[in-house]
Structure formats: structure tokens, C-alpha cells
């Protein structure tokens, strides 16, 4: 949500007489750099830390970033303070990231239950990061003023309580090197806006009350789950080998979503739509960072830049709000949060002129708006054009109809994971697709779905039958069932289209237990065409399920005999195609396959089918609704004679 900030810096002099100069009062509530120095003296940077880092070989990775949020957690409830509480959410929003990436891939349930863990300790530190980077930026655009006065020491009147607490902090050392006759001393003060001296003072006050409930959000932290799953999980992401393609569509994916904020933002140009934006480059830059690590390299300083540009941007619009409802802007409020600045001079006192509310309003909207205008202009430029850098990610991820093919991968390793005989659906989705371009060659499936549905309901049949048993992994009983809400709750892979989805889900629902009708509550709200279609691709899953009742794979191969064509051959099967359209001889269409004769019987010839056998038996009992379907009686026998190897996979 909120920028990062540095590390604070303190300048201190390196002279040995540094002792003699005054020292810096330094606020525990600020990040602020402060500077002691004088013309004849040098000065050197300290960093200042106060707890030892150990040297990392590796930042990258998801074991790396389960870690690294146990490490920060010990860090953080030391005091809360800025970077810590900074460093925290970032590591668990890295972890929730990658997450929420590889649950696409493998659906274990840990994952789920890592990402609600580490979102409950994000967003209960989310306060309190605000307030924090809200005081950076107020100390960024209001520093305070150093001024220096001559008081009287015998004839000042005595300061109030509160003047005296915003008052100067005197030197010792100095002091007693003064004589005590000296009735001036040179005295410093700062001097800030009216307006964020009231603000700030606002905003300590609340990070005190969001440290307590970040304190308790800590202290109901599983610490032990987590660092069980920063063990257990890493394990099944190295299943995946970083840079393959499965990740690189992953990142496409996140590129594909980031590019629609993207657009949506420089449309609307609201404060919710940049913010959205800023998060989706974050997604994109995670799943690059951690799974691409080629690209990483190429991409990792563009990518880093726009996500601190448009966090800025996000950092002033809060700081904006949060003044306007806090109400700093009143007169009265202003001008009784002045410190005290009096000039003394001839024993008189003159209190400096306070600017009105609405003058205080104007002149933070005109410094907020112009921070925050610059930081737009910034981004577009690099981001909007035939040479932005959308068209650089762009060009190194996949293309075409890669896209479909890795998608189909994506939804592979999802199934394996979940069934537990996946080289059985596999088989079953290949004796499909042959059935299915076979049945479609011929004129048997109707124009609707062959022309309108086109390569739409072969993608549905393709993935119902490669995760019809998908529901096992909760049981056999009532798999069908549990197939149908998986699939359905699974989130759609790029490349491939809802509606096919949900389609499959259906399909696979049929491919067991009781056979589909219109009244069914699955198929009942579908259009009549939809309902056809999906029960015409149930009755072939059905079938070709059947086919390998006996999950050995012995019948190898499906073929259509009769309605054929002398020179074609039709039904390759080929896993993740598309049915195949009449090719050109001399110019002209060939003659498409003969479809069959009224009340014709289909045959289909299965190699490796043995009459008789238990298989023949579950054919014989399944085959019932493609009869249904198609008309038609349907008769199976064995493949008489070798035909052509079909294409491998």
C-alpha cells in the first residue's frame, strides 16, 4: 500500500572537537536525516541500525520469503518502528503473492491457509505503516525551520508549559563555557507549517494507539504453522522448474491483468484506479522476481521504478485525506499548534502573522497536487507509447498459440495433482477427441455445435475429460459431483474461454451416475442449443470413459468405419488441436466425409477391444445415450486391421 522509505541517516561531525558543538535533538516519532556541521569540519555518514544482518546468498524464492517474515517478525516487536514494521509486509505480501500463483498449479490446500494467515497480519499492520509514512512525508514536504534568537535571560517573561516544551534544546557543554554574567544566549527553534505540525502531532498519537494493535495482531501470529509450511510448501513449488513455460503464461497472465488497470487508470484517472494499477505491476513484478529469473534481469529496474512511482502517488493521496479529515486547516486549529517564535527585540515581543485556513489549504492541495502530477507525468511517459515498457514485457512472454498450449499445461499439472490415476484421464480425453472429430466429420453432432461452437466445445470436452476425476481426491462416493464444483471454482487459465469452462464442468458432472436431461438443475437455465451441445459432449466422455473402464489403456485406439471418405482419414485425437476443416486439392474443397444413412448404425472399430470381455460389458451399457443422441444405434468391434500410427501427443 504505502512506500518504502530508507534507512535513517544521521551526519555527525568527525572532528574530535565535535564535543563543543550543540547537540541534535532527535524525535523517536521521526525519520528525518539531521545534520551537525560547521565549514572547517568534515563529516561522515553512520548508518544507523541496531540490529546485525547476516549476509544472503539468495533473496529470491518462496523458502527464502517464508523466512524472511519469521526474521521480521523478531525485528518488529522490538518498537514497531518504521522499517521493520515496512520490511514485515513486505515479505508477507511477497509470500501471500506467490501464493496465490502457484495455487493455480497445485491445489493443495496449505496454500489457501498460508495466504489467510499472512493477509489477517498484513492488513492489521496496515494502519500503523500509514500513519508512519504519512509522518515521512509530512517531514519531506514540511521540514522544519531552524531559527536562531537573542533572549534576555533576566527580562523574558516565563514561557507557558507548552511554549517551554516546543522550545529550544540548550547545549551543557556550552553553557557552562558561557559567563554567568551574560545576559543573552543564543538559542535555536524550529519553526514548521502550522498545518503539519498539527498533523504530525495528530498522527503520533495514533501510531501509539496502532502499535498496540499491531502488538496483539503479532502476539496471535501462528509463528510455529508458519514456519511448518516455510518447510512443506517450498517443497511442492520445486516441482516446477523456474522459467519454464507454465510460469512464463502465469506471467502473462499478471501482465494481461496489470495492462487492464493500466488502461482502466488513464481513463478514469481516479485515486482507487492508480492504486489498483500500482498493485497489479506489484503481482506482476513478484511472479517475474521469483519464477523468471532471465527476464528478472532484464526487467527488474523498470519493473521496481514504476511500482515506486505510482506508490508515491498513492502516498500523497492518503496524506491528502487523512489532512482534509482531520480538519487541520480551521484557523483555530492552526494557529494554536504555532511553536513559539517571538523575536525578541527592545524587550517587546511580536508574534508572527498565522496565514488563514483556507490559505493553509490551498497552499498544501497545490504541493500535493504538484508532487503528484510529476509522478504521473513520469509514469506515462514510460508507459505509453509503441516503445513503453508494456510492449517490452510484452515481447518476451509467450504468443499466439503458445498461450492455449500452455494453458492446457497449467490445467495438466492442476488435475495431476488432484486425480489420482491422471495417465487414466489422459488416455480417456485422447479416445474422446478422436470420437468426437470422427462424429463431427460426418455431419452426426449437428451445425450447431460443430459451426457456432466451433473449436469451443472440443476445448470443453478436452478439459472435462482430463479432469473428470478430479473429484476423487475427496473420495469416490459422489465424485461426479465434487468434479463439477472444482472445476468450477477453478480459476480460468488465459487462453482459454469461461464459458468452455463452465461448459466442462457440466460435461464431467455426466460422465458417471445419472444420465443428463433438460430438467436436470445443471442443464435446466442453459439455452436449448447450450443444453444439446453439452449433452451431446457428455454422451462421447461417457463413452470414451467407458472404453477405459479398466484404466490399463489397453484399447489404444479409436476409428469411425463407416460414412468415410475413400482419401481421408478422420479422428486423429491429438490433445490440445482442433477439429480438422476440409483441405484444398487444385484450388477446390475436397469433398467432405459421407455422413451416414437414416437409421444407419455408427461402428466404431477400438484396437485392442476384446468381445465379451468386463470392458466390452461397460461399453455396451454406456453407449446407451450416444444412441440417444445421435438416433442411431452404436456397435463397437475390434480394429481389423493396423491403420497409420496417430500423431504423437
Known amino acids: 500500500m504505502i512506500q518504502s522509505v530508507r534507512s535513517e541517516e544521521i551526519t555527525l561531525a568527525s572532528s574530535t572537537n565535535v564535543a563543543k558543538l550543540p547537540e541534535a535533538k532527535i524525535s523517536k516519532h521521526k525519520n528525518v536525516k539531521q545534520k551537525i556541521t560547521k565549514n572547517t569540519f568534515e563529516t561522515t555518514t553512520v548508518k544507523r541500525t541496531t540490529l546485525k544482518t547476516k549476509p544472503v546468498n539468495k533473496t529470491t524464492g518462496l523458502h527464502y520469503w517464508m523466512q524472511r517474515v519469521l526474521e521480521e517478525c523478531d525485528r518488529v516487536s522490538t518498537d514497531f518502528s518504521a522499517d521493520p514494521v515496512h520490511d514485515l509486509r513486505v515479505s508477507l505480501r511477497r509470500c501471500r503473492s506467490l501464493a496465490d500463483g502457484l495455487i493455480a498449479i497445485d491445489p493443495d490446500p496449505d496454500w489457501k491457509a498460508m495466504k489467510k494467515a499472512g493477509k489477517r497480519l498484513f492488513q492489521r499492520l496496515g494502519d500503523l505503516r500509514d500513519i508512519q509514512v504519512m509522518m515521512e ?131 478514469n484517472r481516479s485515486k482507487v484506479a492508480f492504486h489498483t494499477l500500482r498493485i497489479g505491476i506489484k503481482r506482476f513484478r513478484y511472479i ?127 488435475a495431476k495433482a488432484l486425480d489420482p490415476d491422471f495417465a487414466h484421464s489422459e488416455h480417456v480425453a485422447r479416445l474422446a477427441l478422436e470420437l468426437y472429430d470422427g462424429l463431427a466429420a460426418r455431419r452426426l453432432l449437428g451445425p450447431k455445435t460443430v459451426l457456432e461452437n466451433g473449436s469451443g466445445a472440443r476445448s470443453s470436452l478436452l478439459m472435462a475429460a482430463l479432469l473428470h476425476d478430479v473429484g476423487k481426491s475427496r473420495g469416490n462416493k459422489g465424485h461426479h459431483k465434487t468434479s463439477l464444483e472444482l472445476i468450477k471454482a477453478h480459476t480460468t487459465p488465459l487462453g482459454w474461454n469461461p464459458q468452455d469452462v463452465q461448459r466442462a464442468a457440466i460435461v464431467a458432472r455426466f460422465h458417471s451416475g445419472a444420465l443428463p436431461t433438460h430438467s436436470h438443475r445443471a442443464l435446466r437455465d442453459l439455452l436449448p442449443d447450450e443444453q444439446k451441445t453439452t449433452i451431446q459432449l457428455a454422451a462421447i466422455l461417457r463413452l470414451a470413459n467407458a472404453f477405459d473402464s479398466s484404466h490399463d489403456g489397453h484399447i489404444r485406439r479409436l476409428q469411425i468405419e463407416n460414412g468415410q471418405s475413400e482419401n481421408r482419414k478422420i479422428g486423429s485425437g491429438k490433445l490440445g488441436g482442433v477439429a480438422r476443416r476440409p483441405s484444398r486439392t487444385n484450388g477446390f474443397l475436397q469433398k467432405p466425409a459421407a455422413s451416414l444413412a437414416k437409421n444407419e448404425a455408427l461402428i466404431i472399430a477400438a484396437e485392442g477391444y476384446t468381445p465379451g470381455s468386463p470392458t466390452a460389458q461397460t461399453i455396451a451399457a454406456e453407449r446407451h445415450l450416444l444412441e440417444t443422441v445421435l438416433g442411431r444405434p452404436v456397435m463397437v468391434r475390434e480394429m481389423k486391421s493396423m491403420q497409420p500410427a496417430r500423431l504423437k501427443v
Open 288 to 414: 517475474v522476481e521469483n519464477f523468471l529469473p532471465e527476464e528478472h534481469k532484464a526487467w527488474s529496474n523498470d519493473l521496481k521504478a514504476m511500482q515506486d512511482l505510482l506508490g508515491e502517488v498513492h502516498d500523497l493521496d492518503v496524506l491528502w485525506a487523512t489532512a482534509v479529515t482531520s480538519q487541520i486547516f480551521s484557523t483555530e486549529a492552526s494557529s494554536s499548534e504555532i511553536s513559539p517564535s517571538e523575536s525578541i527585540a527592545d524587550g517587546s515581543l511580536s508574534k508572527p502573522q498565522v496565514p488563514s485556513g483556507s490559505e493553509l489549504r490551498e497552499r498544501w492541495h497545490r504541493q500535493i497536487a504538484g508532487e503528484r502530477a510529476k509522478r504521473i507525468e513520469r509514469y506515462r511517459k514510460k508507459m505509453i507509447g509503441p516503445d513503453s515498457l508494456w510492449n517490452v514485457w510484452r515481447a518476451g512472454l509467450p504468443q499466439g498459440r503458445q498461450i492455449q498450449l500452455l494453458a492446457t499445461q497449467r490445467i495438466k499439472l492442476w
Open 137 to 267: 512525508w509530512i517531514e519531506k514536504l514540511h521540514p522544519a525551520e531552524v531559527s536562531t534568537t537573542h533572549v534576555d535571560t533576566d527580562d523574558s517573561p516565563a514561557l507557558p508549559p507548552s511554549e517551554q516544551k516546543a522550545g529550544p534544546v540548550k547545549d551543557p557543554a556550552a553553557e557552562e563555557n558561557q559567563p554567568e554574567s551574560q545576559t543573552e544566549l543564543a538559542t535555536e527553534q524550529q519553526r514548521r507549517d502550522p498545518a503539519a505540525q498539527t498533523l504530525l502531532e495528530i498522527l503520533i498519537r495514533r501510531e501509539a494507539e496502532q502499535k498496540r494493535e499491531a502488538r496483539a495482531a503479532l502476539e496471535e501470529f501462528d509463528r510455529k504453522q508458519w514456519r511448518q509450511w516455510s518447510r512443506s510448501l517450498p517443497q511442492r513449488a520445486a516441482h516446477i522448474r523456474p522459467g519454464s513455460g507454465v510460469f512464463k503464461h502465469l506471467a502473462l497472465e499478471r501482465w494481461t491483468a496489470a495492462r487492464d488497470l493500466h488502461n482502466r487508470a488513464l481513463r
